[in-house]
């Protein structure tokens, strides 16, 4: 089991990772966070409010259904959003350099650091 920055840590060794961080959707505030290039802070309020809205969306339409991630493709970057299963309401928001980072290992990545994460 990791830790929040050892599982931060982790993500920023893929290449192209530009800076990444864990986020309590029911807040918007950060619990940890690495890299740098974006202010984090208004990241993960931004991205929380990104979250709520599929979910209300998930809701309305009577999914019965979970967010495995929510991919974000920029001209320049990807941004990866991956909640956490066994932390309802955390959030990985990973940020990459897309002429660096292959996206399918970007995605597993956060996949096995979610997995290890331990809150």
Do not use: W
Not at 71 to 100: C, M, S, W
């Amino acid at each position: 089991m990791a830790s929040i920055q050892d599982s931060l840590n982790s993500l920023m060794t893929m290449d192209g990772a530009l800076c990444g961080a864990l986020v309590d959707s029911s807040s918007g505030m950060l619990m940890g966070s690495a890299g740098s290039g974006v202010d984090m802070e208004l990241a993960a309020a931004g991205n929380t409010e990104v979250v709520r809205a599929k979910l209300k969306t998930m809701r309305m339409l009577n999914l019965s259904d979970q967010i495995d991630d929510i991919l974000i493709t920029l001209g320049k970057q990807y941004h990866i959003i991956r909640p956490v299963v066994a932390n309802e309401g955390v959030f990985f928001y990973f940020v990459l350099d897309k002429t660096r980072a292959n996206l399918a290992l970007a995605r597993r990545k956060v996949v096995d650091v979610e997995r290890d994460l331990k809150l």
